[in-house]
């Protein structure tokens, strides 16, 4: 197929949605309609959906107004080619076309092969291996059952999970159990018992932490619930050293850094080599897929036949998909050309005098506006045509597709002083309509 041919399908499938797929064709399809429609029919847990988008190409998507936007946070560091990208729509359509689904009791080329390029590309030594998710919280529950498997022995046992403070490693059960924010875990509590949290990069509290009872570390190279904060030069060093000492599994979530992310295949792996390793977001470029990385046969062995499984995972549509952006990134280069377009990137908004300071690495940006204005840049960016997103008061994080333009950038950085004061603006109201409710409080 051509890009043409490409073009064609997904014009096709737009035709479809837009005649209301899941719904009469007469029904209005507006945004005001659909934001309608989504909450009589689905569970708030997302709270009300910023816009319903419609279709995507390349770095913009368009709502089902018509507005367009660049989008710069591909999806949570999902799409790393953009949207609709022809070697991913591709991949995926001739796969469908030929095979869509095969129990785990068979596999498929799709799934062998995108195993072999991910050993590849993390340099795994031999006995090394691969288990597909969904998913990175699915991931990271594949790692902490990884995990329990070191259990030590009858007099020795080992029971604890240290992971770090500010850490994010998902919302199901087990995942949840090694995240941080304690406003995430209360409502669910009691969760998976022995997890505790210290600083990060205090490699004196994990020296403390760590013993001889401890099942695992598990750490992210870079925190992006705590506003893209990279972790301090030379602290996974002392990770792996502490772990290897004392019997301790090293587990490295890369849900978010990996496949390129940062500039390198992965954020870690130029420093250390780990237990274990977690993917997903990028690595499908859109469809649905993780993997836990097994790094020697020690640790590859840890789960046994029946110990483990997944219904979709490494589904070979998701793998095909999974294949085609590695095989893209590699060969277009497109590991170097983050590296020096986040650099650039960075030194750009560094620039700005809005800006109080810029951290992360790569095409992963944590972006410093001053206290309170985060969330009101992500509105006013959003009605300037711009998607973004705030981890915190004063953050606005950047994860664009990983081969966005220059160009593409450049057109939010020459709005963003225009945004930045609308939404200084905007939080001088906040906190004048505040006083007020607050001195006629005070009157009652």
């Known amino acids: 197929m051509s890009v043409d041919d490409y073009d064609a399908v997904a014009q096709s499938a737009l035709a479809l949605a837009q005649q209301g797929r899941g719904g009469s064709a007469a029904e209005d399809a507006s945004n005001e309609s659909l934001l309608g429609r989504y909450k009589h029919s689905l569970m708030g ?30 999806g949570i560091a999902v799409n790393a080619l953009g949207h609709a990208h022809p070697a991913i729509v591709g991949a995926v359509t001739e796969q469908i076309s030929t095979l869509g689904h095969v129990s785990n009791f068979f596999t498929s080329p799709a799934q062998v092969g995108l195993a072999e390029k991910i050993l590849e590309f993390t340099d795994a030594p031999e006995g090394s291996a691969v288990f597909f998710t969904n998913s990175g919280t699915e991931s990271n529950e594949a790692a902490l059952k990884l995990a329990r498997r070191n259990a030590g022995t009858e007099d020795k046992p080992r029971t604890r999970i240290v992971a770090l403070k500010h850490g994010f490693h998902g919302r199901t059960m087990g995942a949840l159990s090694m995240t941080w924010k304690p406003g995430y875990r209360a409502p669910f509590e009691p969760l998976v018992p022995g997890v505790e949290w210290i600083e990060p990069g205090d490699v004196d509290a994990l020296k403390a932490a760590v013993d001889d009872t401890v099942q695992a ?28 000492e004392h019997g301790a599994l090293m587990i490295v979530d ?38 836990l990385v097994t790094f020697g046969e020690e640790n590859s062995k840890r789960l046994s036949a029946g110990q483990h499984g997944t219904t979709f995972g490494g ?16 060969a277009e280069g497109i590991v170097e050309h983050v590296k020096e377009t986040g650099a650039w990137l960075a030194e750009q908004l560094a620039g700005l005098p809005e800006v109080e300071s810029v951290h992360g690495k790569g ?69 004048t309509a505040n006083k007020n409710t607050q001195k006629e409080g005070t009157k009652a």
């Open 315 to 330: 589904n070979p549509v998701a793998t095909a998909a999974g294949l085609a952006v590695l095989e893209t990134l590699e």
């Open 363 to 431: 095409l992963l940006l944590g972006v410093e506006v001053g206290e309170g204005i985060a969330p009101h840049m992500v509105r006013i960016a959003l009605e300037s045509g711009f998607i973004i997103n705030a981890t915190g008061p004063s953050t606005v994080r950047l994860a664009p597709p990983l081969n966005i333009t220059r160009d593409e950038l450049g057109t939010f950085l020459t709005s963003f002083a225009s945004i930045h004061a609308e939404a200084v603006k905007a939080l001088e109201t906040e906190h």
């Open 217 to 244: 570390v598990i750490v992210e190279p870079i925190q992006g619930e705590a506003g893209v904060r990279e972790l301090p030069e030379g602290y996974l060093e002392a990770v792996r050293d502490v772990t290897r």
């Open 254 to 291: 890369e849900v978010q850094t990996g496949i390129a992310r940062t500039g390198e295949w992965f954020a870690s792996l130029g420093r250390v080599t780990p237990d274990a390793m977690t993917l997903a977001k990028g690595l499908g470029g859109g469809m649905p897929l993780g993997a």
């Open 45 to 74: 847990v997302f709270g009300t959906p910023q816009r319903p988008l419609v279709r995507g190409k390349g770095s913009y998507v368009w709502d089902a107004d018509g507005k367009q936007y660049l989008d710069l946070l591909a």
